[in-house]
């Protein structure tokens, strides 16, 4: 056997060994910034709690003009995501004190599974009761699971071959009506369907997810691979009738948080079908995303990648002058640097080592002060400056709680990345 000098062991041992073992097996230095903001994350999530103890009804969304937290119902999009954080900080603690309150959470949105009065039941269930099965493999969460995949394929109309996100209503500035509106937030509902096909061996749910998927990749993209926030079909023919916005900033605009769905949506759909035209579609959104000439240095999007520009002309009031700048959307560069890191294990050589390395420079950015919630500009969220919904002058430069959820899923996924050396 070859024999090492014994300087150079001690050399190795100290340099390499020792802080890989405390590193969690990640290289030291690379992973201060997860640590970091996991110890962030502790005490706010700990007065989050407090707020709600005894109450598992009112969930986290937000905070209110004056300060108090938002909280929204269970019917509402966005109660996954609290149960959903609560997973994550179990994940990286080992802490049981949080695996209980994620149970409660979870188990809050039961009654969920059968809900069909809008297409988010991906984002309520998956992201809690999905998550949860990380952790425990409950039948009855499994249970749930699938019968939230069926409440979510009523809203599927073979003849337009897409699933209806909204109910009819009126277009941003009640121009025109959306009977049957698909927008690109939908992507993100499709792995409730394909983990229900495995779990069941049921294709259905697949097929409906496939069928949406190309739909989507067929109207909803531009040649540039830009996104329409909206598509709107003829619930009759299948037709497509418009293509508009809700929350971008006009109808020809790039929503960046619409984009980041779009760029996580079909990472996932090239992850459970290994269909290359989903990879390419995710590919291409992506790099929409990293090389547009408005991204700040940082690489957290301006709340639309064409706010204000010319040629983009909105259906609301817009009114510049109330912002010094125009606002940032922190939530999509966490969407974004999640999906980024899933994309990163889809592909090899060169592109993963782009992905990976974009997703890791807007995490880093993400987790400074002017971001990460280090000096408790208020109590209870991890990340500052989202946008929600600007044209309705909604939930503008404030925390929201999908920022929080994606960020800690990219910080996890970030770890286990570089750990398996697949950076
Ligand atoms: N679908 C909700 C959002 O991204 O605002």
Same mark, same amino acid.
């Given at each position: 056997?070859?024999?090492?000098?014994? +300087? %150079?062991?001690?050399?190795?041992?100290?340099? =390499?060994?020792?802080?890989?073992?405390?590193?969690?097996?990640?290289?030291?230095?690379?992973?201060?910034?997860?640590?970091?903001?996991?110890? $962030?994350?502790?005490?706010?999530?700990?007065?989050?709690?407090?707020?709600?103890?005894?109450?598992?009804?009112? #969930?986290?969304?937000?905070?209110?003009?004056?300060?108090?937290? @938002?909280? +929204?119902?269970?019917?509402?999009?966005?109660?996954?995501?609290?149960?959903?954080?609560?997973?994550?900080?179990?994940?990286?603690?080992?802490?049981?004190?949080?695996?209980?309150?994620?149970?409660?959470?979870?188990?809050?949105?039961?009654?969920?599974?059968?809900?069909?009065?809008?297409?988010?039941?991906?984002?309520?269930?998956?992201?809690? #009761?999905?998550?949860?099965? &990380?952790?425990?493999?409950?039948?009855? /969460?499994?249970?749930?699971?699938?019968?939230?995949? @069926?409440?979510?394929?009523?809203?599927?109309?073979? $003849? $337009?071959?897409?699933?209806?996100?909204?109910?009819?209503? &009126?277009? &941003?500035?009640?121009?025109?009506?959306?009977? /049957?509106? *698909?927008?690109?937030?939908?992507?993100?509902?499709?792995? +409730?369907?394909? #983990?229900?096909?495995?779990?069941?061996?049921? *294709?259905?749910?697949?097929?409906?997810?496939?069928?949406?998927?190309?739909?989507?990749?067929?109207?909803?993209?531009?040649?540039?691979?830009?996104?329409?926030?909206?598509?709107?079909?003829?619930?009759?023919?299948? &037709?497509?009738?418009?293509?508009?916005?809700?929350?971008?900033?006009?109808?020809?605009?790039?929503?960046?948080?619409?984009?980041?769905?779009?760029?996580?949506?079909?990472?996932?759909?090239?992850?459970?079908?290994?269909?290359?035209?989903?990879?390419?579609?995710?590919?291409?959104?992506?790099?929409?995303? %990293?090389?547009?000439?408005?991204?700040?240095?940082?690489?957290?999007?301006?709340?639309?990648?064409?706010?204000?520009?010319?040629? #983009?002309?909105?259906?609301?009031?817009?009114?510049?002058?109330?912002?010094?700048?125009?606002?940032?959307?922190?939530?999509?560069?966490?969407?974004?640097?999640?999906?980024?890191?899933?994309?990163?294990?889809?592909?090899?050589?060169?592109?993963?080592?782009?992905?990976?390395?974009?997703?890791?420079?807007?995490?880093?950015?993400?987790?400074?002060?002017?971001?990460?919630?280090?000096?408790?500009?208020?109590? /209870?969220?991890?990340?500052?400056?989202?946008?929600?919904?600007?044209?309705?002058?909604?939930?503008?430069? *404030?925390?929201? =709680?999908?920022?929080?959820?994606?960020?800690?899923?990219? %910080?996890?996924?970030?770890?286990?990345?570089?750990?398996?050396?697949?950076?």
């Amino acid at each position: 056997m070859m024999k090492i000098p014994k +300087l %150079l062991f001690a050399g190795l041992l100290f340099t =390499i060994l020792i802080p890989l073992i405390l590193g969690n097996g990640i290289p030291s230095g690379q992973n201060d910034f997860i640590a970091k903001s996991f110890s $962030v994350a502790g005490p706010l999530y700990e007065n989050l709690l407090k707020t709600t103890a005894g109450n598992s009804k009112d #969930y986290p969304h937000s905070l209110n003009p004056d300060g108090s937290i @938002k909280y +929204l119902q269970i019917d509402e999009w966005t109660g996954g995501f609290w149960p959903g954080i609560l997973w994550s900080m179990y994940e990286y603690t080992g802490d049981e004190k949080w695996k209980t309150q994620a149970k409660v959470w979870t188990e809050s949105l039961e009654s969920n599974q059968f809900n069909t009065a809008h297409h988010d039941i991906g984002f309520m269930m998956f992201n809690s #009761y999905g998550k949860a099965l &990380k952790f425990e493999q409950n039948p009855k /969460y499994k249970e749930i699971l699938i019968q939230s995949a @069926k409440s979510l394929c009523k809203r599927y109309s073979p $003849v $337009v071959g897409s699933i209806q996100s909204w109910n009819e209503r &009126k277009s &941003k500035g009640e121009i025109n009506t959306w009977s /049957y509106p *698909v927008i690109m937030d939908n992507m993100m509902n499709l792995e +409730l369907l394909f #983990y229900a096909s495995k779990e069941t061996g049921d *294709v259905t749910y697949r097929n409906v997810a496939i069928s949406h998927a190309e739909l989507t990749m067929k109207n909803h993209l531009r040649a540039d691979f830009s996104s329409f926030h909206v598509v709107n079909y003829d619930p009759a023919k299948g &037709k497509v009738l418009h293509r508009q916005t809700l929350q971008g900033f006009s109808d020809n605009s790039t929503w960046a948080r619409g984009q980041a769905w779009g760029i996580y949506g079909f990472a996932a759909c090239y992850r459970e079908t290994g269909d290359k035209r989903f990879l390419e579609a995710a590919i291409g959104m992506a790099d929409f995303y %990293l090389n547009h000439k408005k991204l700040p240095a940082d690489k957290v999007p301006y709340w639309d990648f064409n706010a204000g520009e010319n040629g #983009y002309r909105p259906d609301w009031d817009y009114q510049p002058s109330l912002y010094k700048e125009i606002p940032r959307d922190a939530s999509a560069a966490a969407i974004t640097s999640s999906a980024l890191l899933e994309l990163s294990q889809l592909v090899r050589g060169k592109k993963r080592k782009t992905y990976f390395s974009a997703a890791g420079f807007m995490l880093k950015s993400l987790s400074t002060d002017q971001y990460l919630n280090t000096g408790q500009a208020n109590p /209870y969220f991890l990340l500052k400056h989202s946008t929600g919904n600007f044209p309705s002058g909604r939930e503008i430069d *404030v925390p929201l =709680i999908y920022a929080d959820y994606y960020y800690l899923e990219a %910080l996890l996924k970030y770890g286990h990345i570089l750990k398996a050396g697949k950076s």
